[in-house]
Nanobody
Framework: QVQLVESGGGLVQAGGSLRLSCAAS????????MGWFRQAPGKEREFVAC????????YYADSVKGRFTISRDNAKKTVYLQMNSLKPEDTAVYYC???????????????????WGQGTQVTVSS
């Protein structure tokens, strides 16, 4: 069983920054692929970013590339999402997810992930 707890969401003006954190339980965190997803009202949950078990590989959705940075600290069992130059269209509930048996070094599909956090709200005002 793996528990994921997100934090760091909030209200920010357009152009501002936030850093989300996701603290994980589980003895083998360093073997998980970790991902961030988001879901806006009335929309499907969509991929934002993911990071390989070592942190050496990352992958981003085109909509956030160049603005968001995913990172991880395996000693702290925590994954981060640094969000800069935020836009109103980034408003959503953000979820972190863990893939315990990743088929590839990075994983984009939400259906591959095994565990999810409860989500943290990010609201960007114009």
């Amino acid at each position: 069983q793996v528990q994921l707890v997100e934090s760091g969401g909030g209200l920010v003006q357009a152009g501002g920054s936030l850093r989300l954190s996701c603290a994980a339980s589980g003895r083998t965190f360093s073997t998980y692929v970790m991902g961030w997803f988001r879901q806006a009202p009335g929309k499907e949950r969509e991929f934002v970013a993911c990071i390989s078990w070592s942190g050496g590989r990352t992958y981003y959705a085109d909509s956030v590339k160049g603005r968001f940075t995913i990172s991880r600290d395996n000693a702290k069992k925590t994954v981060y999402l640094q969000m800069n130059s935020l836009k109103p269209e980034d408003t959503a509930v953000y979820y972190c997810a863990a893939d315990l048996a990743p088929p590839t070094i990075v994983v984009v599909s939400k259906y591959e992930y095994d565990y999810w956090g409860q989500g943290t709200q990010v609201t960007v005002s114009s």
